[in-house]
Every structure is written in C-alpha cells, then in structure tokens.
C-alpha cells in the first residue's frame, strides 16, 4: 500500500492498534513478547496525505516572476494574479515566484480547486493588518524555497479584519499546503501562530525557522515531516495536529529530518490522535525544562499523543517539565536512542507500554517508565527517578507533580503487568525500583536495581506475583518493605538481608570459591540483596561475602569478569527451594 511519496513502510508486527488491549488476559502466565505496534501500522491506520511526486516539479517556462519592490510589486504577467498597492492576490492555477522585500504586504491565494506554487527566492514579507502569506482557497498549495535563498515572514502583534480568528498566524493555510525547497525560510509570528494549515501540512524539505507567540506550527488535519531542518521556538506547543472531529486525523508523523524544538509554555509535540516518528534527529525543551513547574491547567509535556505514539529508528533528547514521552493510550518503542530529563515521568502511557529495542537514557524523573501493561523486550535502559524506577498501575498519570493537568489517580491495586522478556535494564530509584500493582512476568534480560533507603519503599514491590523463569536479577535497597520472586518461579532466587554501606562489595560464590555468580557495588546505602540467575542451582552451596575487592570491569556497580578477593565472608546457603532467605544467623 503505497500512502504517499516518501514514506516508507516497515514490518508489521502481530500486535495491532484494534488488538492491542487483547494481550492484557492473553499471556499473563506465559510472558510472551509482545512487540507492539510499528510506525507503519500508525501511518496506514492515519495517512490521508494530499501528496504527489508531480507537486515538486514543474515546467520553468511557466513561471510568472513577481518582483517586491518595499511598498510596491510588479509582475511578468498579468494571468493568475492581481496587484493591487502591495496585496498581491493570486486567483489561478500556477507557479508564482516571489524576489525582493515587500514592507507592510500580503500575498493572498483565493484560487478555489487550484494547485498553485508559490515559489520564493530571496524574499521578505511583513504584513501590517494580518498574515503575510493568507491561503484562503485552493485544491493544494506548495511553497518552494528556491535553492541557495533566505526568505522572511513576519507579522504583527495584533491583526485587524479577521473572520472568526482567521487568518492567526504568519503563514496561514485554510487548505492543503507542502513546504519544498533547498531554500530556508524564516517565519516570526508575532500574533499568534508561526505556520498553520486548517488542513494537511506536509514538510517535505527546507530549513525552516519559526518564532512564534504561540504554537510554532500546526497542522490541523495531519503535520508530516519527510526531512529538512526544523527549528522552532514558541510560547504554545512546538508541532500540532488537533482535529478532534475525526479519527483517523489529528496526527504527527516524521519520516526523518533535524528538528529543534523549544516550547516555553506548551507541549513540544502535541497530537490530537497519533504520533509516529520513523527517523531524525530530535531535540525539544517543552515547559522551561525538567526545572521549572507549570501551572495545573498547563501541559508542557515534549512528546504527547492522544492515542499511539510509535518511535522507530532516530535520536531524540528531551528536557521537559512534564512528562517527556506521552501517550493517553498505546505507547512503542521499537529502536533509537533516547536521551530524557523529565520533571515527572519519563515515559507514560495509560494502557499499554512496550520497549523492543534502543538506547533510553532517563538522567531525571519522578517516575521512570509508567503504564497499566508494560512490555519490556530489549533495549538498554537507564533510570534515575525521585519516586519509582518502573511503575505498572491503571488509569491516568497520577504520579504528578504539583497537580499537572490530566492526571487522576492510578489504581492501587488491578490486573496489571510487567513483563520482561530482554534487554538491559538498570534503575536508580529514591522511591521503589519497581512497583507493580499487579504481576511480574520475567523471562529473559539483565535487571540491576539500586533501590530505595527508605524502609517506606522496597527494590521490588507487587501486589500478586514475580515469577522468573530467565534473566539475571540483581536488586539491593533497604529492608523494610524487601519482597523476592514468588516461589511459584521456575528460576532460583535468594535474598539477603545485610546492612552496608554504599559502595561496599557484595559478592555470591561457590562454596568451593571455583565459580563467582555475583559481585556488585550498591550506590546506596543498602539492607537488603535479592538475587536471582540461571547459575544458582537447586542443591549447591553457596558463600556470601562483603567488602574486598574485584579487578572485573564495572558497569552500574555490576562486576564482569576479574577476580574478587579479600572480602569478609557473611553467611553460606544451600539452595534447597525456589526463594532461600540468608541472614548473618543463617539460611532459611
């Protein structure tokens, strides 16, 4: 199914958006992976796109070249268009090309069921009454940036005969409009509105620069980046799509590009429906930063889809003052590399989160990852959270900080998951490393946690059950609320319970001293060490040590290879049920 030029499609995976919410009930005890949707199941679920490989070319010959001349403009032809002072009108399919500087003007395109190009090269623009560039009828209209060409649009600060609010920004489309071109273009909406089209809007190429007073630019029906460079400061949301009126509208979509986006009193993406990004290089400051704290009646989140938001392939940094990455429904992310600072959650969705693959880095959170299912494949993931690392509970945020909008309370308990099938996971939490208000499901993966000192909190906590058939496990913290995998897993666990201090050596070997399972360096004061790997074995014997020294390579506190030495033996255990507890008085 080809959607439109330029888009690509990847592999469909099984878990579609209609059947997502299947795999609640469907593996709850056997964990199966579940990859949720891709990016290209978003976009053929959405994509409405008005484009056309004939949009970008056309017959040179054809173009009528309108010179501005400041208070002036003059034209090679008269068919099509209109001067009239410094109101150029266009009424007629066809390609118009813009060179020069006119002051206090405005091209306006009033050419009903028309393609017209607008072709600017080497032009500046400012309107003294309202939008620079007013699109008020058209099939479709593509403004070209002629190679090697800046070009300007600049409003003022309050506009004069409007229609209902309309025109509200510096480019202004009531219908379908492309962006194209090896030109740049700079857009200042003093008014409002830096770019918005009331239908598609389509980037397909440029650098685009966009200050604006509010949102920077906005595609009502669907905003779709193929590739350019894209900067924007604003005092809305950054990226818009917010038709409500149907569901198949109302999207983001990035096929590839640089994007630098700084929202200081919005979102930095907002998407009525979907948001799918494929590739790019992305970087947005949302909210002043993970710093600041908005008003409640604000959301100044960097990412935010009402339903699917589906990351791809790219890199992306968010500094946001609400959550980073935002979904009010399904949440995916399949490859990238993702850089977080978040002055509440890192990434957030209300139903359903999956993790297949990618770098995520989240320097600073409240809570980490958060959703009602969570689905952890692969990836490498690194958390450092003020309250819990991964937190698995149902309904609306509710892990808000200072009263954020949109965020009622998370069930405290509910048939609520986290499976982890894969990856790398290493969390940093002040509050719960993870907390499930439901069940764990580990099949495969490395999980270090270095949990919390408060005996409020635990490294792990749920409510029903951990079983673990695979993976490695290693999570220290106190010792007041200490949970272990249940003793329904088919996997060996121990738990300790020890008090150290941070950065005191921690270490399980064989009782012959032959085979080293474990050496790991809390960052924290710890009370507490559960354990759990496919070498621990029913039947064998096992000695604890403490302090020391280890010449293995370190990576979060977890020693790999070398060889442990000088340590002050604790306790021994035999392994002899799924769950054996050891304290300095023994093993149990």
């Not at 399949?334 to 957030?348: F, L």
């Not at 949970?483 to 060996?492: D, G, L, M």
């Given at each position: 199914m080809y959607l439109f030029a330029g888009v690509f499609l990847?592999?469909?995976?099984s878990c579609t958006k209609e059947d997502s919410d299947d795999s609640s009930g469907t593996d709850s005890e056997t964990g199966e992976a579940v990859e949720g949707?891709?990016?290209?199941?978003?976009?053929?679920?959405?994509?409405?796109?008005f484009e056309s490989s004939s949009d970008y070319t056309w017959d040179s010959s054809s173009v009528i070249a309108i010179n501005l001349n400041g208070s002036s403009a003059s034209a090679s032809g008269t068919s099509g268009v209109t001067i009239s002072g410094t109101t150029i009108t266009i009424t007629d399919a066809g390609n118009y090309s813009f060179t020069g500087t006119l002051s206090g003007g405005q091209i306006i395109v009033n050419a009903d069921g028309a393609l017209v190009r607008l072709i600017l090269s080497g032009a500046s623009i400012t309107s003294s009454t309202n939008a620079p560039v007013f699109i008020k009828k058209a099939e479709k209209v593509i403004l070209?940036?002629?190679?090697?060409?800046?070009?300007?649009?600049?409003?003022?600060s309050s506009y004069s005969d409007l229609d209902d609010d309309e025109p509200n920004a510096a480019l202004y489309s009531k219908t379908d409009l492309a962006i194209y071109g090896e030109g740049s273009l700079t857009v200042t909406g003093n008014y409002n509105d830096g770019i918005t089209s009331k239908d598609g809007l389509i980037i397909k190429s440029g650098t685009i620069n966009v200050t604006a007073s509010d949102?920077?630019?906005?595609?009502?029906d669907y905003l779709i980046v193929e590739s350019g460079t894209i900067n924007v400061s604003c005092g809305g949301d950054g990226f818009k799509s917010d038709n409500d009126d149907d569901s198949e509208d109302g999207y983001i979509y990035i096929e590839d590009g640089t994007i630098n986006i700084v929202s200081s009193g919005g979102d930095g993406m907002a998407a009525e429906t979907d948001v799918a990004i494929a590739s790019g290089d992305i970087t947005i400051t949302s909210g002043g930063g993970s710093s600041k704290t908005v008003s409640s009646d604000t959301s100044t989140k960097g990412i935010k889809a009402g339903d699917n938001l589906v990351i791809e392939g790219n890199t992306i940094s968010i500094n946001s003052s609400d959550d980073a990455l935002h979904s009010n429904a399904y949440l995916n992310v399949n490859d990238g590399t993702i850089t977080i600072s978040s002055g509440d959650d890192?990434?957030?969705s209300d139903t359903s989160l999956s993790i297949n693959s990618g770098d995520i880095t989240i320097s600073k959170c409240y809570e980490g990852i958060e959703s009602a299912l969570l689905y952890i494949n692969g990836g490498n993931i690194s958390i450092v959270s003020s309250d819990d690392g991964?937190?698995?509970?149902?309904?609306n945020d509710g892990s808000s900080?200072?009263?954020r909008p949109g965020q009622g309370s998370f069930s405290s308990s509910g048939n609520y998951y986290l499976y982890i099938n894969g990856g790398y996971i290493y969390v940093n939490a002040t509050g719960d490393g993870i907390d499930v208000n439901g069940a764990i499901v580990m099949t495969a993966g490395t999980v270090i946690i270095d949990g919390p000192t408060s005996s409020s909190n635990g490294a792990l906590d749920y409510d029903s059950s951990f079983k673990i058939s695979g993976g490695f496990l290693v999570a220290a913290g106190s010792s007041g609320m200490a949970q272990a995998p249940s003793t329904s897993s088919s996997q060996y666990s121990v738990s300790v319970t020890i008090s150290k201090s941070a950065g005191t050596l921690f270490n399980i070997q064989s009782s012959d001293g032959n085979t080293n399972l474990l050496t790991f360096s809390p960052a924290k004061t710890y009370q507490s060490v559960v354990f759990s790997s496919p070498d621990l074995t029913?039947?064998?014997?096992?000695?604890?040590?403490?302090?020391?020294?280890?010449?293995?390579?370190e990576t979060n506190g977890l020693y790999d290879g070398g060889t442990y030495s000088g340590g002050t033996k604790y306790a021994s255990f035999t392994v002899s049920s799924v769950v054996t507890s050891v304290s300095s008085t023994g093993s149990r």
């Amino acid at each position: 199914m080809y959607l439109f030029a330029g888009v690509f499609l990847l592999a469909i995976s099984s878990c579609t958006k209609e059947d997502s919410d299947d795999s609640s009930g469907t593996d709850s005890e056997t964990g199966e992976a579940v990859e949720g949707t891709t990016v290209a199941e978003v976009i053929s679920a959405n994509a409405s796109s008005f484009e056309s490989s004939s949009d970008y070319t056309w017959d040179s010959s054809s173009v009528i070249a309108i010179n501005l001349n400041g208070s002036s403009a003059s034209a090679s032809g008269t068919s099509g268009v209109t001067i009239s002072g410094t109101t150029i009108t266009i009424t007629d399919a066809g390609n118009y090309s813009f060179t020069g500087t006119l002051s206090g003007g405005q091209i306006i395109v009033n050419a009903d069921g028309a393609l017209v190009r607008l072709i600017l090269s080497g032009a500046s623009i400012t309107s003294s009454t309202n939008a620079p560039v007013f699109i008020k009828k058209a099939e479709k209209v593509i403004l070209v940036l002629a190679e090697g060409t800046s070009n300007t649009l600049t409003d003022v600060s309050s506009y004069s005969d409007l229609d209902d609010d309309e025109p509200n920004a510096a480019l202004y489309s009531k219908t379908d409009l492309a962006i194209y071109g090896e030109g740049s273009l700079t857009v200042t909406g003093n008014y409002n509105d830096g770019i918005t089209s009331k239908d598609g809007l389509i980037i397909k190429s440029g650098t685009i620069n966009v200050t604006a007073s509010d949102d920077g630019i906005r595609g009502k029906d669907y905003l779709i980046v193929e590739s350019g460079t894209i900067n924007v400061s604003c005092g809305g949301d950054g990226f818009k799509s917010d038709n409500d009126d149907d569901s198949e509208d109302g999207y983001i979509y990035i096929e590839d590009g640089t994007i630098n986006i700084v929202s200081s009193g919005g979102d930095g993406m907002a998407a009525e429906t979907d948001v799918a990004i494929a590739s790019g290089d992305i970087t947005i400051t949302s909210g002043g930063g993970s710093s600041k704290t908005v008003s409640s009646d604000t959301s100044t989140k960097g990412i935010k889809a009402g339903d699917n938001l589906v990351i791809e392939g790219n890199t992306i940094s968010i500094n946001s003052s609400d959550d980073a990455l935002h979904s009010n429904a399904y949440l995916n992310v399949n490859d990238g590399t993702i850089t977080i600072s978040s002055g509440d959650d890192g990434i957030h969705s209300d139903t359903s989160l999956s993790i297949n693959s990618g770098d995520i880095t989240i320097s600073k959170c409240y809570e980490g990852i958060e959703s009602a299912l969570l689905y952890i494949n692969g990836g490498n993931i690194s958390i450092v959270s003020s309250d819990d690392g991964i937190n698995g509970a149902g309904g609306n945020d509710g892990s808000s900080v200072n009263g954020r909008p949109g965020q009622g309370s998370f069930s405290s308990s509910g048939n609520y998951y986290l499976y982890i099938n894969g990856g790398y996971i290493y969390v940093n939490a002040t509050g719960d490393g993870i907390d499930v208000n439901g069940a764990i499901v580990m099949t495969a993966g490395t999980v270090i946690i270095d949990g919390p000192t408060s005996s409020s909190n635990g490294a792990l906590d749920y409510d029903s059950s951990f079983k673990i058939s695979g993976g490695f496990l290693v999570a220290a913290g106190s010792s007041g609320m200490a949970q272990a995998p249940s003793t329904s897993s088919s996997q060996y666990s121990v738990s300790v319970t020890i008090s150290k201090s941070a950065g005191t050596l921690f270490n399980i070997q064989s009782s012959d001293g032959n085979t080293n399972l474990l050496t790991f360096s809390p960052a924290k004061t710890y009370q507490s060490v559960v354990f759990s790997s496919p070498d621990l074995t029913k039947g064998s014997s096992y000695n604890i040590y403490y302090g020391g020294s280890c010449t293995g390579t370190e990576t979060n506190g977890l020693y790999d290879g070398g060889t442990y030495s000088g340590g002050t033996k604790y306790a021994s255990f035999t392994v002899s049920s799924v769950v054996t507890s050891v304290s300095s008085t023994g093993s149990r």
